[in-house]
């Protein structure tokens, strides 16, 4: 079995670059625990590990752990806190504008509650025309995403409703256009979306940690020259 690429360790964090299509932690209907982060980083250092923060299962990239309970609980304080950066890659269709901010308020994961969300966006680059011979008209954007606040699916549904669905996103862009863009772009079922980087404050010694995944072969396949 591969093992994890460790991004970052200390002696009270871990940082891995999580594969899309990984849980983070165990739940009720997997059977798969080569699939389960969780599982997987514990076994190959050998020790106890604490999530600190969760990515959806399909979003790949920088996935943060505590290797003891105190760290634990002061850097999930820290993420509630608002006191934690974060940067996504997305690629999505459509021409995005240069910069944008939604704040559309979101449900939790019952439907119920509506909560209070921010995301800031940002445009790296657009594919050239007619770039995709088999479907000249289709456009993609290469965004950057930075949420203020960690709603359920925020960035995805904040997307969606800026009009600007997340290629493959099966959830929310619909499965037959996912099933399309997958087989013309050659990326599969997989959801482009990527926590690209992390920056935090180590508690130990205070210092500005920032952790980075690296380029996703996936992403290049749509904008070959990033």
């Known amino acids: 079995m591969e093992q994890l690429h460790i991004l970052y360790e ?6 891995i670059d999580k594969p899309a299509g990984m849980l983070v932690h165990a739940n009720a209907k997997d059977d798969h625990p080569e699939w389960i982060a969780m599982k997987r980083l514990r076994e190959q250092i050998g020790r106890r590990v604490f999530p600190i923060h969760r990515l959806d299962r399909p979003t790949s990239g920088v996935l943060l752990f505590a290797l003891d309970k105190r760290t634990a609980g002061y850097l999930q304080q820290a993420f509630e806190q608002r006191k934690v950066t974060k940067t996504y890659l997305a690629i999505v269709s459509g021409i995005a504008p240069n910069q944008w901010r939604c704040d559309t308020a ?5 439907g119920a509650t ?75 079922t997989r959801m482009l979306l990527q926590a690209k980087r992390l920056e935090i404050t180590q508690p130990q010694s205070g210092e500005r940690i920032i952790i980075e995944a690296p380029g996703d072969e996936e992403f290049r396949k749509c904008f070959p020259w990033h």
């Not at 200390?10 to 940082?15: E, G």
């Not at 979101?106 to 019952?110: A, H, N, R, V």
Request: hydrophobic share 40%; proline share 5%; aromatic share 10%.
């Open 114 to 188: 509506h909560r209070d969300a921010v995301t800031h966006f940002e445009l790296i680059q657009t594919s050239p025309e007619a770039f995709f011979t088999s479907e000249p008209s289709l456009r993609l954007s290469l965004i950057k995403a930075m949420p203020e606040t960690g709603r359920f699916h925020q960035i995805r549904r904040h997307l969606l409703a800026c009009g600007f669905p997340i290629v493959g996103d099966f959830r929310y862009a619909g499965q037959d256009r996912s099933f399309a863009l997958g087989e013309l772009l050659g990326t599969g």
């Open 10 to 15: 200390d002696d009270f964090l871990i940082a």
């Open 106 to 110: 979101l449900s939790d994961d019952s």
